[in-house]
């Protein structure tokens, strides 16, 4: 068993720590939002994550999990301290690094022995000198440590089982000893290991991001080929998949990438490299062709009412940025929803997790408690969100129950055969035959 702090319990520190705890450590998760911590200690998750509130009680009534305020009481008897706070996007597009900063700080000042620091932060390339840095100057007296970096690479939705069965756990340290010793932490996992220095594995993490970004816009771009040609880009992505040199992943098109990781991390190597005088056509060209699907989803909405949603009443099928969270951050949905208020239409939803979170983000959107109160009345419906419930809705009914039954399908998720016999003028993403008779 081993002492483990983690700082920060937003969506990659409570999942690092609660698996972390499963696999037989004690950890403290650390927080400064104290009504964050309150509700934690009272089993009140922070996030919606399937399994995770089940996987913090069980650690917490076992006593390998508990949730603290003070640094003095999380690193009492620290060996490992992973450092996962939030690096928000700046103005500019940059890392917002203030929260790494702090969390830093408050490290060197309660430190009472020797610690391996870890980022799991994705954290701009040379972040780990910096807070090696920051540690050492701010030490009322000097105490041995390393900073090793470890990078996230969980998806929200799956996160559990991403960390419980990783493809890869990379590992960069200018310290063989500490790095030796995370991936010891690691090895309960059985995957492969990298080992390399701090700079390589925080390039690792953000490489590995833009390169998926890239992927789907790359796919959303053959998609508006593929619906000029008259081809169906789903099967051109399944034929493309069973290359094992491009893989069948993130190949979906659709209204493309959002959430926490992918917009701030493309911005972030894009300005890093900027800062360097570097150009990013391919970075820059991505970030393009996946903000531009949200402008098409609300076009081609007009174009199935006529050319205009001006008056029309449109409802979205989801609003969370993908399905099994309920994160809102950078959601497609906001952006459709706000370009449909700007052209005169009046907007419902309904997601069945990110209600609650789209109620400050989205005031003038109507809120609806299920998908078939929100449809009835509606001239169009817009499927934002790939959520399960959605492709075992009762479509007969939901067509009985509109005022016109035009679906712009973003997502791909139903069969345009079907929608056709149903009675639906519809229309989804890169399928050729959307401008067939």
């Given at each position: 068993?081993?002492?483990?702090c983690?700082?920060?319990?937003?969506?990659?520190?409570?999942?690092?720590?609660?698996?972390?705890?499963?696999?037989?450590?004690?950890v403290?998760?650390?927080d400064?939002?104290?009504?964050?911590?309150?509700?934690?200690?009272?089993?009140?998750?922070?996030?919606?994550?399937p399994?995770?509130?089940?996987?913090?009680?069980?650690?917490?009534k076992?006593?390998?999990?508990?949730?603290?305020?003070?640094?003095?009481?999380?690193l009492h008897?620290?060996?490992?301290?992973?450092?996962?706070?939030?690096?928000?996007?700046?103005?500019?597009?940059?890392?917002?690094?203030?929260?790494?900063?702090?969390a830093?700080?408050?490290?060197?000042?309660?430190m009472?022995?020797?610690?391996?620091?870890?980022?799991k932060?994705?954290?701009?390339?040379?972040t780990?000198?910096?807070?090696?840095?920051?540690?050492?100057?701010?030490q009322p007296?000097?105490?041995?440590f390393?900073?090793?970096?470890c990078?996230?690479?969980?998806?929200e939705?799956?996160?559990?089982?991403?960390?419980?069965?990783?493809?890869?756990?990379v590992?960069?340290?200018?310290?063989?000893?500490?790095?030796?010793?995370?991936?010891?932490l690691?090895?309960?996992?059985?995957a492969?290991?990298?080992?390399?220095d701090?700079?390589?594995?925080?390039?690792i993490k953000?490489?590995?991001?833009?390169f998926?970004?890239?992927?789907i816009?790359?796919?959303?771009?053959?998609?508006?080929?593929?619906?000029?040609l008259?081809?169906?880009?789903?099967?051109?992505?399944?034929?493309?998949?069973?290359?094992?040199?491009?893989?069948?992943?993130?190949?979906?098109?659709?209204l493309?990438?959002?959430?926490?990781?992918?917009?701030?991390d493309?911005?972030?190597?894009?300005?890093?490299a900027?800062?360097?005088?570097?150009?990013?056509?391919?970075?820059?060209?991505?970030?393009?062709?996946?903000?531009?699907?949200?402008?098409?989803?609300v076009?081609?909405?007009?174009?199935?009412?006529?050319g205009?949603?001006?008056?029309?009443?449109?409802?979205?099928?989801?609003?969370?940025?993908?399905?099994?969270?309920?994160?809102?951050r950078?959601?497609?949905?906001?952006?459709?929803?706000?370009g449909?208020?700007e052209?005169g239409?009046q907007?419902?939803?309904?997601?069945?997790?990110?209600?609650?979170?789209?109620?400050s983000?989205?005031?003038?959107?109507?809120l609806?408690?299920?998908?078939?109160?929100?449809?009835?009345?509606c001239?169009?419906?817009i499927?934002?969100?790939?959520?399960?419930?959605?492709?075992?809705?009762d479509?007969?009914?939901?067509?009985?129950?509109m005022?016109?039954?035009?679906?712009?399908?973003?997502?791909n998720?139903?069969?345009?055969?079907l929608?056709?016999?149903?009675?639906?003028?519809?229309?989804?993403?890169g399928?050729?035959?959307?401008?067939?008779p």
């Open positions: 068993m081993k002492q483990i983690v700082i920060g319990v937003g969506y990659v520190g409570l999942v690092t720590g609660a698996c972390f705890a499963d696999l037989g450590n004690r403290v998760a650390l400064m939002n104290k009504k964050r911590i309150e509700n934690l200690k009272q089993g009140i998750m922070p996030i919606y994550e399994g995770l509130d089940e996987l913090v009680k069980r650690n917490v076992a006593g390998r999990l508990s949730f603290t305020t003070s640094y003095a009481e999380a008897g620290c060996e490992f301290i992973f450092i996962a706070v939030g690096t928000p996007s700046g103005v500019n597009g940059e890392a917002d690094l203030q929260y790494v900063a702090a830093a700080r408050s490290i060197a000042q309660n009472t022995g020797p610690l391996i620091i870890i980022n932060s994705t954290v701009p390339i040379g780990g000198d910096w807070v090696a840095d920051i540690v050492r100057s701010a007296k000097p105490i041995p390393s900073v090793v970096s990078p996230e690479f969980l998806r939705g799956t996160a559990i089982s991403d960390f419980m069965n990783p493809h890869r756990i590992i960069g340290s200018l310290d063989k000893e500490a790095a030796n010793k995370v991936a010891e690691h090895l309960p996992l059985r492969p290991i990298v080992i390399t701090l700079r390589t594995a925080e390039m953000y490489a590995s991001n833009a998926l970004a890239t992927k816009s790359f796919i959303n771009e053959i998609a508006e080929i593929c619906e000029a008259g081809a169906d880009v789903k099967e051109v992505a399944a034929g493309m998949g069973y290359d094992i040199r491009i893989g069948k992943l993130f190949l979906d098109a659709g493309g990438w959002g959430g926490s990781c992918f917009p701030k493309v911005r972030a190597l894009a300005y890093m900027k800062e360097k005088a570097l150009e990013t056509p391919i970075l820059d060209a991505a970030v393009k062709v996946n903000y531009r699907q949200r402008k098409a989803a076009q081609r909405t007009a174009e199935l009412l006529g205009s949603v001006k008056g029309k009443t449109i409802g979205l099928l989801g609003l969370a940025f993908k399905p099994n969270t309920d994160d809102m950078d959601a497609p949905s906001i952006d459709i929803a706000h449909l208020i052209s239409a907007v419902r939803a309904y997601d069945p997790a990110a209600m609650d979170a789209a109620r983000i989205l005031p003038a959107v109507d609806f408690d299920d998908p078939y109160s929100m449809a009835e009345g001239d169009a419906l499927v934002v969100t790939e959520w399960n419930e959605f492709k075992q809705l479509l007969e009914r939901i067509k009985s129950l005022r016109t039954p035009v679906i712009f399908d973003g997502r998720i139903y069969d345009p055969i929608m056709k016999q149903l009675g639906f003028t519809y229309r989804s993403v399928r050729g035959y959307n401008h067939q």
